[in-house]
């Protein structure tokens, strides 16, 4: 069995725990926040972890497999650096950190001290958008040539998270970072995009209306879509609208998770909704489900010794993408 800690109790923590007590071969024996009333709610909801406030000292004390770090982004290169003294594998939150240069030192860290780093970048392990992705590799729409990523919502945000408000960079950095991994999750590696940024709602700080072009190795080109702001009925949040394009045909994941693949002549749809989680309620399940397969793939990979799917070294790509976006989107040129 694995012994796993999490550090940071907060508004999301409550999904990892929950996943971690679904998956086989593993446990949480440790939580740690520096706010001891919220990390014994947290230790509440396992089965008798220990309650630290501080993780230097869960660190050194506990016997620990991994550790799942759950706190927001500047924090996040201490505690990973800290982890990997004690050569203790790590997950780390998205954003994954705040700077390409505090992402590079912890991809360093955790390499010099030979342990596994990952980075919870869930949306590629939601269901529907897994099935998206066996499409295109089973060649139904041949080589796809275009895609559309879309989240485009008007859902409040903010109430569970109030610190959003303030941030001056929102959107891109909250929501576009799921995108744009999932965007070379479905076409590949970008080579080339170019960001246009709003800030439509006049109660926030940073943009929270964003459109990105990205040019593909192999010359495909994606749209990422996505707003904080957009008023719908029904709104389709929290779902990820899709469309591809290939030589042969084109997948769509619509809203109501329907799968429509089609081309000349031909069409099928199928339902892709995924199932709730035991802990999990609509409309969240989608997000819920996927916190379960990532961690699921995380114990996986530290069994068998491989490298996690969305690795520190892969998310290197997508946090350089970010910024890049932010930077294409204050010069007005294509990066």
């Not at 725990?17 to 947290?42: M, P």
């Not at 360093?108 to 949306?123: K, T, W």
């Not at 490298?307 to 990066?335: C, H, M, W």
Request: proline share 6%.
């Amino acid at each position: 069995m694995l012994k796993g800690a999490i550090i940071g109790c907060g508004f999301f923590a409550a999904n990892h725990l929950a996943a971690w007590r679904l998956i086989d071969g593993a446990e949480t024996v440790a939580v740690c926040d520096t706010d001891r009333a919220r990390a014994e709610a947290a230790a509440a909801a396992t089965d008798g972890a220990t309650v630290f406030t501080d993780a230097a000292t869960m660190l050194a004390t506990a016997e620990l497999d991994f550790v799942d770090v759950i706190t927001t982004a500047p924090s996040h290169r201490p505690l990973v650096e800290l982890a990997a003294r004690h050569r203790v594998p790590v997950i780390c939150q998205k954003p994954f950190a705040p700077t390409m240069e505090d992402a590079q030192a912890m991809v360093d860290a955790c390499a010099s001290a030979g342990v596994p780093l990952m980075v919870h970048e869930n949306f590629r392990w939601q269901s529907p958008l897994m099935a998206v992705k066996k499409v295109i590799e089973a060649g139904e729409i041949g080589e796809p040539s275009y895609a559309r990523i879309q989240f485009r919502h008007a859902y409040d945000i903010y109430t569970n998270q109030p610190y959003l408000k303030t941030e001056p960079q929102l959107a891109i950095m909250d929501l576009g970072i799921h995108l744009l991994d999932l965007a070379r999750y479905l076409m590949g590696e970008a080579t080339r995009l170019h960001c246009r940024t709003q800030r439509i709602n006049p109660d926030v700080a940073g943009e929270d209306c964003v459109t990105i072009l990205l040019d593909h190795a192999g010359g495909a080109v994606s749209l990422v879509d996505f707003s904080f702001f957009t008023k719908l009925e029904p709104d389709p949040f929290p779902q990820t609208l899709v469309r591809i394009e290939g030589t042969r045909g084109t997948v769509e994941l619509l809203a109501g998770y329907r799968m429509r693949v089609s081309g000349p002549g031909w069409s099928r749809e199928e339902d892709v909704e995924p199932a709730v989680p035991p802990f999990g309620a609509k409309p969240w399940h989608n997000i819920q489900e996927s916190v379960v397969n990532i961690q699921r793939h995380w114990v996986e990979c530290l069994r068998a010794g491989s490298e996690p799917a969305t690795s520190g070294a892969d998310n290197l790509k997508t946090i350089d993408l970010v910024f890049k976006a932010y930077q294409s989107a204050e010069t007005g040129r294509a990066l």
